[in-house]
């Protein structure tokens, strides 16, 4: 093998780790431009927040649900185990908390980029999902737990802000006051991280210089 392609450089690290000779490329996921592909850049147009994922312990959601402020706007999206907890909480009065199960991608695409930010609560560690992705592209600013790989390149990048899951729901309030004390700068950096970093086009020109290496190296073996 002449390259290893990793997705995040927290996955690059491990592999590194136990192959110390091996060469690894880090090429992140792109996701497409979604329907709603000019973001919302006013934050006044922009509204409550999301979750969208697997209704299922280690992606945090019974801590937010535990944890989240009383009387904000979240609204959650998404299937799994935990249904009927979620189910429970929204239907708890002043709770702030909406529940709409499953949705078609389109729709859910429009709403996440109506929202203020996604919220990524993971308490086991996961690179980045496509959702976040898909947000960023939208223009919309995600708040994901430390646990989310490369949550200090998103925060460097200024397009989100990550918090402590699975502890006391302090680090999450700060969260959601420094968005929003930020707002309009958080949604048009988030989209320029998308076009940066997670766009078809710089993912083809990446994986575009991996495969030139790696047949550079070849041929560099077969004149030996």
Do not use: C
């Not at 329907?35 to 019974?62: H, M, Q, Y």
């Not at 592209?137 to 402590?164: H, K, R, Y």
């Not at 766009?199 to 047949?215: F, N, P």
């Amino acid at each position: 093998m002449d390259h290893y392609i990793a997705l995040n450089r927290d996955a690059a690290a491990i592999y590194s780790s136990q192959f110390p000779s091996m060469v690894i490329d880090v090429v992140p996921n792109f996701a497409p431009l979604p329907e709603v592909s000019k973001p919302t850049l006013d934050p006044r147009i922009r509204s409550g927040f999301v979750f969208a994922g697997r209704l299922t312990p280690e992606k945090g959601i019974k801590w937010l649900l535990e944890h989240w402020p009383s009387g904000e706007p979240l609204t959650i999206y998404g299937d799994g185990p935990l249904k009927g907890l979620v189910a429970a909480a929204a239907n708890t009065a002043h709770s702030g908390i909406s529940f709409k199960g499953q949705i078609p991608q389109a729709d859910l695409a429009k709403a996440v980029a109506r929202a203020e930010a996604l919220i990524l609560p993971s308490l086991w560690r996961e690179g980045k999902p496509t959702v976040m992705l898909e947000a960023l592209a939208s223009g919309t600013p995600v708040l994901l737990s430390n646990a989310v790989a490369e949550g200090d390149l998103l925060e460097a990048a200024g397009a989100g802000i990550t918090f402590e899951a699975g502890v006391s729901s302090s680090s999450l309030v700060h969260a959601i006051d420094a968005l929003r004390a930020g707002a309009s700068g958080f949604i048009s950096r988030a989209r320029h991280l998308y076009e940066s970093e997670y766009s078809e086009q710089i993912w083809l020109e990446r994986i575009g210089g991996v495969y030139e290496r790696a047949r550079t190296k070849a041929r560099l073996r077969a004149i030996r």
